[in-house]
């Protein structure tokens, strides 16, 4: 295994943070809301070394394996640059602090592997006495095998993690979702990032949904009251596009603020949707004709009836502000201070291809990002649909051989007819 170390030097904070790179007059550059409090400051891995990956294996060791020469402790900072596509064949678990990982212009982590198994990219965990705080992951494409109900993995999770900030990454295809957030994580920043499904959902999933492109679940459940007062996220200028059919985000026990995104995922299920003492304030939001915005997804019968939802000046979403509950509303301004810019402006600045959300960004080695880059760069804002077949179309059929119009309870054969002709028969169970 090769690595390639470029330097050892030590960076200043502003190589990756704001100071490097002259973006558009709406883009900061650097986390903001929740991503921003002081003390919580998001660094990444500002003035460690630099390493550039290029296969799984070299991914994995530049976090696992730059440790203190005295102390020995592997939570030093590292940059990481990721270049080319990178194959990742199952789920990366990582407990680490202080990285920022950049895409170079093009640059993907996938998985091809839709199995329960198998499935998922890249997870940053806390647990056995070894937390995951302070992540920075930037101008990358993160990249599942496709929506499959199997309870599989995410393409991206973040399971008791603070200090997270994403930007300008286009994330999609996730088998169970795209993005997911739960188990006391804080203090996180999403800015600038764009959703999609390409990837044809497979049916016949264990769990039961035959279109499972969900997308951000923040929370796992409602019982997990540890999340309580945590899960405090920024959305900022992020795009949901086509193919994302639920969960935009899904938000249990957080303070959520969404704010200047763009919505295009028409033809959707919903897009927000409000749970178990969420805290939700969306403002100057772009819902494209066509786009549900918001859902109910409280239990009062169950005893977990609290939400607070506010929405103000979005387009196609008539202003809302309602409550279960004594909770106060949360209410941005009262805990950092943010510039947003006007609505009718987020077509076209979350939505432009080179500037807005996505992985667009010019990064180079030594300097991190420094612009955008150019329509030779190699950048991609789109996701890149893998050479396996796509699923056209399933038949199912219960052990006697007789059609069905949908899984049955029980044991069901499950009939895939595939896009390059072919077919695929496997039995599986519906609960």
């Not at 763009?262 to 403002?283: D, F």
């Amino acid at each position: 295994m090769t690595k390639h170390l470029i330097t050892a030097a030590l960076l200043t904070a502003g190589t990756i943070l704001p100071g490097a790179a002259q973006l558009s007059a709406y883009d900061a550059n650097s986390p903001l809301g929740w991503g921003a409090m002081p003390g919580f400051e998001v660094t990444g891995g500002a003035g460690g070394v630099e390493v550039v990956v290029t296969t799984e294996a070299e991914f994995d060791a530049a976090i696992n394996n730059h440790r203190d020469p005295v102390t020995r402790e592997r939570d030093q900072p590292v940059i990481i640059y990721v270049k080319g596509d990178v194959e990742f064949t199952s789920m990366h678990t990582y407990h680490t602090k202080n990285k920022t990982i950049l895409g170079l212009p093009g640059a993907r982590i996938f998985s091809k592997d839709r199995t329960k198994k198998n499935s998922g990219v890249l997870k940053f965990t806390s647990g056995s006495g070894s937390d995951s705080e302070n992540i920075i992951i930037r101008n990358l494409t993160i990249q599942g095998a496709g929506a499959y109900d199997v309870d599989g993995d995410d393409a991206l999770l973040f399971q008791g993690v603070k200090r997270v900030w994403v930007d300008h990454c286009t994330i999609g295809d996730g088998v169970d979702s795209s993005l997911d957030c739960n188990h006391e994580s804080d203090y996180i920043c999403i800015s600038w990032c764009r959703f999609l499904y390409q990837i044809p959902p497979l049916a016949g999933g264990s769990g039961g949904a035959n279109d499972h492109r969900f997308c951000n679940t923040w929370g796992s459940s409602d019982s997990d009251t540890s999340s309580l007062g945590h899960l405090n996220t920024t959305f900022a200028n992020c795009w949901w596009d086509q193919g994302c059919m639920e969960r935009c985000p899904r938000v249990r026990f957080g303070k959520v603020h969404l704010l200047n995104c763009y919505y295009t995922n028409t033809g959707n299920h919903y897009s927000i949707g409000y749970g178990y003492k969420s805290n939700i304030y969306a403002e100057k939001c772009w819902f494209a004709d066509g786009v549900i915005v918001d859902k109910d997804y409280t239990e009062p019968k169950k005893g977990y009836g609290d939400y607070n939802l506010q929405i103000t000046d979005c387009h196609n979403a008539p202003d809302k502000t309602q409550r279960v509950g004594d909770i106060d509303y949360f209410i941005p301004a009262d805990y950092y201070d943010y510039t947003s810019f006007p609505l009718d402006l987020v077509p076209s600045v979350v939505g432009n291809e080179q500037t807005g959300a996505g992985a667009n960004l010019m990064v180079e080695v030594g300097l991190g990002v420094t612009g955008y880059a150019d329509g030779d760069s190699g950048s991609q804002s789109a996701l890149d649909t893998p050479s396996a077949p796509a699923v056209d179309s399933v038949e199912y059929h219960n052990l006697l051989g007789m059609p069905l119009s949908a899984p049955a309870q029980g044991i069901n054969i499950l009939t895939e007819h595939l896009s390059d002709g072919s077919t695929r028969t496997r039995l599986i169970m519906h609960r």
